[in-house]
């Protein structure tokens, strides 16, 4: 399978490098992404682009991965090419419904939102984030445009729904995914409006693509192969 890998806010298509082999040695091809582009829908063209230009565009041979912010750009990419896509992963992340805003709690200051302080994350997030990591993700980190942050996904071909996904929880266990799914929690409404969705627990903090890469890859490797 062509596997797109979706990085979440800061990150660019490095993070994901500790991940590859896993899927590499599966038998997969990995296409790890830098997300480009002013406002939501420039970033999600640009993954669509990205889409387009590998595998066999008559075939459904891609699983998109997304990850934490990431996951809802992924599913508008889904939305875009439901047709390619044979399942879609959400890495600590969950879908958004049409027009929702990822819930992220940032405000933008001089048109962009640079990686906040550690002390802003909560101890969840960190988990398992050695000091070296900290670093390197913040030396490389790039600033999210303010667009990008406050912008809606929207959301408008029924299909995407029928596609299986995949949730890989590292901050919450499946019990509570599923019950905030039952309770019609805001940010996981449109889960639980797919018809064909689980849950894989990796229990870490925010980034499991640096603190568990091989375990991270093996799941996707899984899910990729079904």
């Known amino acids: 399978m062509e596997i797109v890998l979706v990085p979440g806010y800061w990150l660019t298509a490095n993070v994901w490098q500790g991940v590859v082999p896993a899927l590499e040695a599966a038998g997969h091809h990995a296409h790890p ?3 480009t582009g002013a406002d939501v829908p420039e970033q999600v063209a640009s993954i669509v682009a990205a889409v387009d230009a590998i595998g066999d565009p008559a075939t ?10 990431g996951g809802p750009l992924a599913d508008a990419v889904l939305d875009a090419r439901p047709d390619r896509v044979s399942r879609i992963v ?3 992340s969950a879908p958004l419904s049409p027009g929702d805003v990822v ?5 933008p200051v001089d048109g962009v939102v ?10 969840a997030d960190l988990m398992d984030l050695t000091e070296e990591q900290r670093e390197a993700m913040r030396r490389d980190a790039v600033p999210e445009p303010g667009d990008v942050v ?6 408008t071909d029924e299909r995407r729904r029928a596609v299986p996904a995949t949730v ?6 499946g019990a509570d995914l599923k019950r905030w799914v039952a309770a019609g929690e805001d940010f996981c409404r449109e889960l639980g409006t797919l018809s064909d969705w689980e849950v894989v627990e990796l229990p870490t903090g925010h980034w499991p693509m640096l603190t568990r890469p091989a375990e991270l890859g093996a799941i996707l490797a899984e899910a990729a192969s079904r």
């Open 60 to 69: 459904c041979d891609v699983v998109l991965v997304g990850h934490s912010a």
């Open 150 to 155: 406050t912008g809606a996904i929207e959301l």
């Open 114 to 123: 640079p990686l906040p302080e550690w002390d802003d994350f909560e101890d």
């Open 168 to 173: 890989v929880a590292c901050e919450f266990t």
């Open 90 to 92: 959400f890495v600590d």
């Open 103 to 107: 819930p992220s709690g940032l405000t």
């Open 33 to 35: 992404v830098t997300r």
